[in-house]
């Protein structure tokens, strides 16, 4: 009989992987973990955001610093001008809640100059930003792991970052705090049901000691083959090759986003 940790390992990277012997019911969800694009038209009630937003401030911070914030989107016409920005994607109008997660440096400069007497000049450094958009991400993994260990399904919304300073205006942001990216949350409709996606073996992203660029070319092609047989029963378009090259391999694949640094000076964040 198959156990759980064979079949969950067995569909993240395939029949040839062995099975590691720890295995838990963290493990479990996080292997279990697939892109809900599909939801019920339920809504996810005060009580559910209250515990997804505590499981998120629950992720390490650098410094306790805490350089995020989230915005929760409900109202049905912002989240359809929201889906229009980020590309028009219909999952983003079906969902019940959006949650738009924030690079916030705005709380710390207030904090910095009207409280802690300083100049806040250090937040005027790439560090700054870049602890802030750690932050955010932390805290989101860990509100997306909670809504799907209370059976909801979620899907990370990272064409947010097309028209970023047009989501600002719309969610009325200040100067200091910059949308990263947003998350779908709702129920699964079970029609709609996606299944788990294979990613790279583990010998291309794992290095011991050092890393390791060249041998990786061999287990690339590996999983695109196994990628490819999985792309063929969702019937989806082939070739992981070719999804990395069409987002890398012209300016056109960013879809706006080469305009990021612009759009984060705007936006108040220096980059020094």
């Given at each position: 009989?198959?156990?759980?940790a064979?079949?969950?390992y067995r569909?993240?990277?395939?029949a040839g992987?062995?099975v590691p ?6 493990l ?16 996810v ?8 937003i505590?499981a ?10 805490q ?7 409900r ?25 738009v997660?924030?690079?916030?440096l ?6 910095t ?5 300083a100049?806040?000049?250090g937040?005027?450094?790439v ?8 932050d955010?991400?932390?805290?989101a993994q860990n509100a997306?792991?909670a809504?799907?260990s209370?059976?909801?399904?979620t ?5 947010i970052r097309?028209r970023p300073?047009?989501?600002a205006?719309?969610l009325?942001l200040?100067p200091n ?10 129920h ?5 049901e ?15 000691e050092q890393?390791?660029l060249?041998?990786?070319?061999a287990h ?5 083959e ?13 070739s ?5 090259a069409h987002?890398?391999?012209s300016v056109?694949?960013l879809?706006?986003?080469?305009h990021?640094?612009?759009?984060l000076?705007?936006q ?5």
């Amino acid at each position: 009989m198959t156990t759980a940790a064979e079949e969950s390992y067995r569909l993240r990277y395939g029949a040839g992987f062995g099975v590691p012997g720890e295995w838990s019911e963290v493990l479990e969800q996080q292997l279990a973990h697939r892109s809900v694009r599909g939801y019920r038209p339920d809504a996810v009630s005060d009580e559910t955001l209250a515990a997804l937003i505590a499981a998120a401030q629950s992720a390490p911070t650098s410094g306790n610093l805490q350089l995020w914030s989230v915005v929760a989107v409900r109202d049905d016409e912002r989240r359809a001008r929201l889906a229009h920005l980020a590309g028009d994607q219909q999952f983003v109008v079906d969902a019940p809640l959006l949650l738009v997660w924030l690079a916030d440096l705005a709380r710390a400069r207030q904090v910095t100059t009207e409280i802690g007497s300083a100049t806040a000049e250090g937040a005027d450094f790439v560090e700054a930003a870049l602890l802030s958009f750690i932050d955010v991400a932390l805290a989101a993994q860990n509100a997306s792991l909670a809504a799907e260990s209370l059976g909801l399904g979620t899907v990370f919304v990272g064409a947010i970052r097309n028209r970023p300073l047009e989501v600002a205006e719309e969610l009325g942001l200040p100067p200091n705090v910059f949308p990263v990216f947003g998350l779908t949350v709702g129920h699964p409709d079970e029609r709609a049901e996606t299944a788990v996606k294979p990613r790279l073996p583990q010998q291309a992203v794992l290095h011991h000691e050092q890393y390791a660029l060249e041998p990786q070319l061999a287990h690339v092609e590996a999983y695109e083959e196994l990628l490819n047989a999985f792309y063929a029963t969702a019937g989806l378009p082939s070739s992981w090759v070719k999804r990395v090259a069409h987002r890398f391999g012209s300016v056109a694949g960013l879809k706006g986003r080469e305009h990021l640094r612009t759009a984060l000076e705007t936006q108040g964040f220096a980059l020094r």
